[in-house]
Every structure is written in C-alpha cells, then in structure tokens.
C-alpha cells in the first residue's frame, strides 16, 4: 500500500511515525491496566500520559489522540481532521488500494463490482462508515470510521491491525498525521520512555483491540 496513499511521503517519515504511534500504543495499554487495578500511581502517571498526547498532537497535525476516560476502562482515540465519513473516504479511504466494499451499517454491503449500489450505499453513509480491503501484504484489512459529534472529527476504531505498516488503518493514520508536514524537533518515544514503560502489549493486550473493535460492531 506504500505505493497508494503513502507515494509522496518518505520511508523515513512513515517509520517515524509508525515508532511513535506504537510508543503511545503500549503507553496506553499500560495505563489502562493501572486504571482497572486502581493502582496508586495512577494519578501521576496520567498527568504525564496527557502531556504525552499533548506532544503527539503538536507534532502530527493532521491527526489527533484523546484520551477517554470511562468507568470501565481507559481508551485511546484517533481522531482524522475531517468534516465527515464521506470526506474521509473521498480523501483517504477511496486512495487506499484495494477497496473492496463498503457499508453505512456493516461491512461488505455494496461491493465496487457494483459501481451504482457502491454509490447509493456511500451516500446512506451519515456518521459511520465500515470499508473492506484486500492487498496481497496486508490480506483483507478492514477500517470502520465513525463522526465524532464531540470532537467535530472522523475517529477512526482500530483493532490491533494497526500496528502493521500495510494494513488499511495503520495507512490511514498515516496519512493524516504526515501528510500536513510534521514537527522533527519532538521525540516521541524519549518522552515516553520516562513514563518507564518498557514492552509492547502482550498477546493477551492485543486480544483486548480485537474485543473493543467487536464491540463497536455489534453496537
């Protein structure tokens, strides 16, 4: 998909960004652990986790994160610098390769085999958005995208996919975080690394993207 979305930005960029996506990631699968143990420090570490997002913000503008902090549970949301789900698939979506299918209420409704009910199906599309791909790296990727009132954006629910380069969410996220250019002066993961989190989730943590992604779905 490199050679989709993502053509007229450098490898160097993309890696980048990538690192320090993943770095927020594994921050806030931590801190999510610290929230459901009611751990001590967890008052601390949020002060420092929110100046982190603050960080990644500045430097990537086009794309935005914000904490959500429920009663159940911590979430880390993406948010798109987009007006609505039709703008984003007109802007990103349609330019990944390999669009097989969209649906305004679920995944594989109109096919692009089917130029006119493709269309009909994007213009139902009012505030969420399900896409289907398939690109020989990645194998089908999925993106479902929903309007967030609150924020004014498109957010984008990702699953653990978004960890892989060729995936469809991780190009995605890309492209709005490097596509307004990016500010090289802000370390990411230096920043992060003094939260002392050291480790990526494990099987078990990724297990738990999976469930959050299924729980939009049935939603």
Known sequence: MANGLLAGIDKKSVNEFREDLLGMLRVSEEMERYYAESNQDFDSYLKKFNSLIDSFNKKYKGLKLKLLKKAEALELSILLDEKSVKDAFANSGSKLIGVQS??????????????????????RAKYKLYISYYHPQAGTSNVFMQYDKKAKKVRLIYDADIENEPSAEFQMAAYYALSQGYSKKIKINEEAATLGFSSWPDHSAKADYHRKFDTYLTE
């Open 102 to 123: 969209i649906g305004a209420n679920g995944f594989g409704t109109a096919s692009v085999s089917d130029p006119e009910g493709f269309s009909a199906e994007l213009e």
